[in-house]
């Protein structure tokens, strides 16, 4: 059985008040939602995902460091950064 391809999706600060925080700025989904949309979307293109959201700088770089560690290994997909308040 092979391994599929990971791929990350790491969210950064605020973005766990998606749905609640000026729903009428930001819009009603949350990021349970977004998080959806992502695993739909790898399990159609055959990838493993994995989500995370932190609003601390150093899990994001603990995650992107773990992702590292897939790609030297062969099984990194990608990493996407939704950077949220650090934009």
């Known amino acids: 059985m092979s391994v599929k391809p990971t791929v990350f999706v790491l969210n950064g600060p605020n973005l766990n ?3 609640t925080r ?3 700025v930001y819009g009603s989904h949350t990021l349970a939602d ?3 949309l992502c695993r739909n979307a790898c399990e159609r293109h055959g990838f493993a995902l994995r989500f995370h959201q932190s609003n601390h700088e150093g899990a994001l770089v603990d995650w992107v460091h773990e992702a590292g560690r897939l ?6 997909a990608g ?3 939704n950077a949220g308040a650090y934009t």
Not at 71 to 76: P, S, T
Request: charged share 10%; hydrophobic share 55%; glycine share 12%.
């Open 71 to 76: 790609q030297q290994a062969g099984a990194l």
């Open 34 to 36: 977004v998080e959806q």
């Open 17 to 19: 008040l998606l749905g």
């Open 79 to 81: 990493v996407v950064l």
């Open 22 to 24: 000026e729903p009428a």
